[in-house]
């Protein structure tokens, strides 16, 4: 999943962005609310974290601004106003989520694996396919009762197509949800990946693949009858 963080405070955007890089999301961030526009309306995240009070331009004139282009990215306000007419004005006016500094970074963990949900219309933590099942909020997968050993990206890419089930789901599409860096159009990055993804949920030599190839388009994850 790609998130989008927009927060002044060079400490705790910092500290965000590398609890959400260790738990396996690809991140974007900036300072500057102008910048974190631009940033929104050029490339497709799965949910954004925003201050509100920012340089340049606030998370409420950024969120008005998103929702009235018909831009639904999840978004999640980050602020120290507790006060309710300050929650309530963020909710009315398009959030999905309000969490008031100081706060933990655990609890900020579980409500972006919420907010994610949320965009793919799937508002439980677990996810089956099959005999496939992964817990986003415990942040483990299995397979038959076999634990599976993924990297954190690994459940990343494992969750992204899950999420997409029987969609066709192309190279740079998981490019842009997974990656933090630009992927070289010449690199098989992405490649490599899916084959050791399509290992790791291969515990048993009798068990269907789940993840096809499609030729010229991309991947889908779906179980096919024999």
């Known amino acids: 999943m790609r998130l989008l963080v927009v927060e002044d405070s060079t400490r705790l955007r910092e500290s965000i962005v ?70 309530v004005a963020g909710l009315r006016g398009g959030a999905d989520d309000y969490l008031v500094k100081p706060f933990a970074l655990e609890e900020l963990l579980a409500r972006v694996e919420a907010l994610c949900r949320r965009g793919y219309q799937n508002a439980a933590s677990e996810i089956t396919l099959a005999d496939l099942m992964l817990d986003s909020a415990a942040r483990k997968a299995m397979r038959c009762g076999v634990t599976l050993d993924l990297t954190a990206r690994e459940f990343a890419l494992l969750e992204y197509l899950m999420l997409r089930a029987g969609q066709i789901v192309t190279r740079t599409q998981i490019e842009q949800h997974i990656y933090d860096d630009l992927v070289s159009p010449m690199s098989n990055v992405v490649d490599s990946a899916v084959c050791a993804l399509r290992k790791k949920i291969a515990v048993r030599d009798d068990l269907a693949p789940l993840i096809h190839t499609r030729r010229g388009q991309g991947y889908v994850m779906e179980a096919r009858r024999a």
Not at 31 to 47: I, K, N, Q, T, V
């Open 18 to 87: 590398l609890a959400l890089r260790r738990s396996g999301y690809a991140v974007d961030a900036t300072g500057d609310g102008r910048e974190g526009l631009e940033m929104s309306e050029d490339h497709p995240y799965d949910a954004a974290i925003l201050d509100v009070m920012l340089p340049s331009l606030d998370g409420f004139t950024i969120l008005k601004t998103l929702r009235a282009s018909g831009n639904r990215t999840p978004v999640m306000f980050l602020t120290a106003r507790d006060a309710i007419v300050d929650r």
